[in-house]
């Protein structure tokens, strides 16, 4: 059974803060890792893509991976009332895509 | 390049009626994907096809089917609806190209069972 892990939620943070978002998976041989963003009622949307250990940075989002401790994070910095929306982490394994349930983050004005 | 499109968006059906769902991935793109999405769990993988075949399939009951077409548009099918059934259904499609692959969402088709 492959599985991704995030903690629900909700994550509170003030405007201007650094919101940091974990998930975790089961599945060794997974190989490409994903952050989708979905507003309340919308379908998800790709924010970041992220394939090797390391930091990865897009504007204020940066992905973070960690292949031998099986998780993967991200972080917005100069967290945005706009970026209130749930989080969902995605896992590309044997070419099947796994999500996992999303955190839900509320940015604080 | 056009995203991923979904048709009908909305839908309101009585129970033991079926629905038929399309999606047109985006132009290029050889795979599709059907997730079914409710509030409490979350997004549920139906199934996935690749040049007109099923490759992956989901814990779903026989009730909901699917197929996919020459262009690699894509039909799901759900008879005999029953009142859990009402959800979010989201497609995603994808290029198939390994291990960089990345799914591109619909957006969505909301089905409500009466």
């Known amino acids: 059974q492959k599985e991704v892990e995030q903690n629900s939620g909700p994550l509170s943070v003030p405007e201007g803060a650094i919101a940091s978002l974990n998930c975790t998976y089961s599945d060794r041989v997974s190989q490409s890792f994903f952050w989708y963003r979905q507003y309340s009622g919308k379908s998800p949307e790709l924010i970041m893509s992220?394939?090797?250990?390391g930091d990865k940075e897009d504007g204020r989002f940066t992905a973070q991976l960690n292949k031998a401790s099986q998780y993967v994070s991200l972080l917005i910095r100069d967290s945005q009332p706009s970026d209130s929306a749930t989080y969902l982490c995605?896992?590309?394994?044997?070419?099947?895509?796994?999500f996992g349930t999303g955190t839900s983050l509320t940015v604080i004005p | 390049k056009a995203g991923v499109t979904q048709t009908p968006r909305y839908l309101i059906k009585t129970r033991g009626q079926q629905v038929t769902l399309s999606c047109s991935p985006i132009?290029?793109?050889?795979?599709v994907s059907w997730y079914q999405q409710t509030p409490g769990q979350g997004l549920q993988f139906l199934f996935e096809y690749f040049s007109e075949t099923q490759r992956n399939k989901g814990n779903f009951p026989g009730r909901f089917s699917g197929r996919q077409f020459s262009n690699s548009r894509s039909e799901m099918n759900v008879s005999t609806l029953e009142l859990g059934d009402s959800a979010l259904y989201l497609c995603a499609s994808s290029l198939f190209s390994g291990r960089t692959d990345t799914q591109y969402f619909g957006p969505g088709t909301r089905l409500t069972v009466l």
């Open positions: 995605a896992v590309n394994a044997g070419n099947q895509f796994y």
């Open positions: 992220i394939y090797s250990n």
């Open positions: 132009s290029g793109h050889r795979s």
